[in-house]
């Protein structure tokens, strides 16, 4: 398994799981990371690899043939106030196209080449199979298309908002969209309306991380897309 994005709010929990089902599982840390030191001791104590391939596509595709995986997990993305100029210090510019498209697409041609076939699985959004109402939802759109275009099995999830009382506070639009948006589907759910309750409300990274791996390792179809009460069945 070769995970991208491990660091990130879903990622972790997808190495955690691929870990506790006995997968020999790589985390891949942008070399720049400012938090390299923590996050080597992290997934150390996991018991996952620490892979710090630089984000170039000759260097990712070296990786990936020398790895041979049978997954590559795409679970990556920047933020609108990342990409405002609020800058990380990141090696690549932080907006959607440079992050969301640029590394997603990079890391599906160095899969497409690596040579074993790997399942693709990416964190998409839900929404990106309707109109591209902004950059966010554009860019999810046709790293989508890419993928089913490319000729590998993959995964695509496309879940609503992700997040939790653990989740920092990177993506704070998101938890308060997310803890205003769950209150009001609770009392439509309680009113009758459990299917669009169902369909939008939360799912935490952990559920999300455990949901994506047992789809990603148990599917025989080539191609698998879950949305959200697929995903949060995967769990229940
Ligand atoms: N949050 C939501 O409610 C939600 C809902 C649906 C879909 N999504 C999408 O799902 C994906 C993952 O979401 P999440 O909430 O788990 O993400 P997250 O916690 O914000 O983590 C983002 C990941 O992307 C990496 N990343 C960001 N900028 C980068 C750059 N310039 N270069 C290299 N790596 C970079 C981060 O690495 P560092 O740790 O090194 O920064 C981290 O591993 C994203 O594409 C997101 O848009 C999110």
């Not at 070296?62 to 790895?67: E, G, M, N, S």
């Not at 076939?117 to 964190?123: A, D, E, G, I, S």
């Not at 939360?202 to 789809?215: D, F, K, M, N, R």
């Amino acid at each position: 398994m070769f995970i991208a994005g491990a660091t990130g709010y879903t990622g972790r929990e997808v190495v955690r799981e691929c870990v506790a089902r006995g997968l020999e599982t790589v985390a891949h840390v942008r070399p720049d990371s400012s938090r390299l030191d923590h996050w080597r001791k992290h997934f150390g104590a996991v018991g996952a690899r620490v892979d710090t391939t630089a984000w170039r596509l000759d260097e990712i595709g070296a990786t990936l043939a020398r790895l041979q995986p049978s997954q590559v997990h795409a679970l990556l993305g920047t933020t609108r106030k990342r990409g405002s100029g609020s800058g990380s210090g990141s090696a690549v510019v932080d907006t959607y196209e440079a992050v969301d498209y640029g590394l997603s697409i990079m890391l599906l041609e160095a899969a497409l080449a690596c040579g074993s076939n790997p399942r693709f699985v990416y964190l998409s959004a839900l929404g990106a199979d309707g109109r591209a109402v902004n950059a966010y939802m554009g860019v999810r759109k046709r790293v989508e298309a890419a993928i089913r275009g490319s000729g590998l099995p993959y995964l695509v999830a496309r879940p609503g908002f992700i997040t939790g009382d653990d989740r920092d506070e990177t993506r704070a639009a998101e938890r308060i969209a997310s803890v205003v948006g769950d209150g009001l589907l609770g009392l439509l759910g309680a009113l009758g309306a459990k299917r669009t309750q169902a369909r939008y409300s939360s799912l935490t990274g952990a559920q999300l991380g455990a949901a994506i791996v047992e789809l990603a390792c148990e599917a025989r179809e080539h191609a698998v897309l879950a949305e959200t009460e697929q995903l949060r069945a995967c769990v229940s």
